[in-house]
C-alpha cells in the first residue's frame, strides 16, 4: 500500500507563478523526501526533510512539514517552464528500514 | 562516476520468456533497490538489498528473483514473462539508510 498521497494529482500554472503541493502519510516516519521526475526520466532527489524538522529551503524549493498532521509540502517559487514534471513525495521505514514508500506524484505543467 | 546504470534501455518480450534487467552502481553504496512503475501507481518496491549476499521482499515481489554477489551490481531476473509485467523499472542505490536514493534511468519492458 501506498505510505505517502500527493495533492493534487495535476497541476497547470504560468511561468512566474508558484505551485504548491502537498503530501500526506499515515504513519511514522524518520524523514520525507520529494524527488522530480522529468517525461521519459529517472527520478532526482530535490530535498530531504527529518522528521524533527519543520522547514527546509534548497534554492526555490521550500519543504514544510507538520507530523501531528502528518503531511508536507513542497512549495515551488517563480516557476519556470523546465520545473515541468512529475513529483513524488516518499518516506522511509514502513518496509524494511533502507527502502522508500513513494506516492502516486503530482504532474506539474508550467507554460511560458 | 557513471552513478547507477541500467540495461537494457528497452526490452520486448513474450509471455514465459525469461530475462534479467541489469543494474550497477559505481558509487559504493551498501543499499540497492528496485522499483517498478505503472501508469497513476507511483513506484513499487519490488526488492531490495542491504549488502553483498543480503536481500529481502518488496511490496510486490512475485515473479522476480535477486541476488548480489557484488556491492556493484543487482540483477533483477524475470522468471516466466506475463503481460502484467509490462512497465518501467528502476533500479536505485543509496548510501546508508532512509538517505538519498540514487536512480538508474530506467528499463522500460513490454511483455506480449
Same mark, same amino acid.
Given at each position: ?112 | ?68 554477489? %557484488?556491492?556493484?551490481? /543487482?540483477?533483477?531476473?524475470? !522468471? $516466466?514473462?506475463?503481460?502484467? #509485467? %509490462?512497465?518501467?523499472? /528502476?533500479?536505485?542505490?543509496? !548510501? $546508508?539508510?532512509?538517505?538519498? #536514493? ?11
Amino acid at each position: 500500500s501506498q505510505q505517502g498521497e500527493e495533492d493534487p494529482q495535476a497541476l497547470s500554472i504560468q511561468e512566474g507563478e508558484n505551485a504548491t503541493m502537498n503530501c500526506s502519510y499515515k504513519t511514522s516516519i524518520n524523514n520525507l523526501q520529494w524527488y522530480r521526475q522529468n517525461s521519459g526520466r529517472g527520478l532526482v532527489h530535490l530535498i530531504l526533510i527529518r522528521s524533527n524538522e519543520r522547514e527546509k529551503h534548497s534554492g526555490r524549493l521550500r519543504v514544510t512539514l507538520d507530523t501531528s498532521k502528518k503531511s508536507s509540502s513542497l512549495l515551488i517559487t517563480a516557476s519556470r517552464a523546465a520545473d515541468t514534471a512529475s513529483y513524488f513525495c516518499a518516506t522511509d521505514g514502513i518496509i524494511g528500514y533502507s527502502t522508500l514508500t513513494f506516492g502516486k506524484g503530482t504532474m506539474l505543467l508550467v507554460s511560458p | 562516476n557513471a552513478g547507477v546504470t541500467q540495461t537494457p534501455k528497452f526490452q520486448v518480450l513474450k509471455t514465459g520468456q525469461s530475462m534479467t534487467l541489469q543494474c550497477a552502481q559505481d558509487m559504493n553504496h551498501e543499499y540497492m533497490s528496485w522499483y517498478r512503475q505503472d501508469p497513476g501507481m507511483g513506484l513499487r518496491l519490488i526488492h531490495y538489498s542491504v549488502g553483498a549476499g543480503i536481500t529481502d521482499q518488496g511490496e510486490v515481489p512475485n515473479g522476480y528473483n535477486v541476488s548480489r554477489s %557484488t556491492t556493484e551490481d /543487482f540483477p533483477l531476473r524475470l !522468471l $516466466s514473462a506475463a503481460p502484467s #509485467q %509490462t512497465s518501467v523499472y /528502476f533500479c536505485a542505490s543509496s !548510501l $546508508s539508510p532512509g538517505v538519498t #536514493q540514487y536512480f538508474g534511468p530506467g528499463t522500460r519492458l513490454l511483455v506480449l
